[in-house]
């Protein structure tokens, strides 16, 4: 079991930049998958962003690809999500997952965040 918590969320205008941090604890961080999904109103959660156990593979959804990138700090034990070009329509609430092995599906990962909210005005 892993505890997750995100932070770094806020409200910016179009075109500018965030970054977001999932901090874990409770197990050993480096032994597991990290990614990051979002919910806009209305829709379900997707995937944003996934990065292996070793940081050594990430894989983005298109809608974000070029923009966002992940990052692993193994020995903080936390991950980062650096949004770059943020449009209005990546206003969600911002979630991080982790477990074994890596997915791209909700129901890959087994532990999750509260989520932090990102608010990109126009």
């Known amino acids: 079991q892993v505890q997750l918590e995100e932070t770094g969320g806020g409200l910016v205008q179009a075109g500018e930049s965030l970054v977001l941090t999932c901090a874990g604890s409770?197990?050993?961080?480096?032994?597991?998958?990290v990614a990051w999904f979002r919910q806009r109103p209305g829709k379900e959660r997707e995937f944003v962003a996934v990065?292996?156990?070793?940081?050594?593979?990430?894989e983005y959804a298109a809608s974000v690809k070029g923009r966002f990138r992940i990052f692993r700090h193994n020995g903080e034990s936390k991950v980062s999500l650096v949004m770059n070009s943020l449009r209005p329509e990546d206003t969600a609430r911002y979630y991080c997952?982790?477990?074994?092995?890596?997915?791209?599906?909700?129901?890959?990962?087994?532990?999750w965040g509260q989520g932090t909210q990102v608010t990109v005005s126009p």
């Open positions: 997952a982790a477990d074994s092995f890596s997915g791209y599906e909700v129901a890959d990962f087994a532990n």
């Open positions: 409770g197990r050993i961080f480096h032994d597991i998958a």
């Open positions: 990065v292996s156990w070793s940081g050594g593979a990430t």
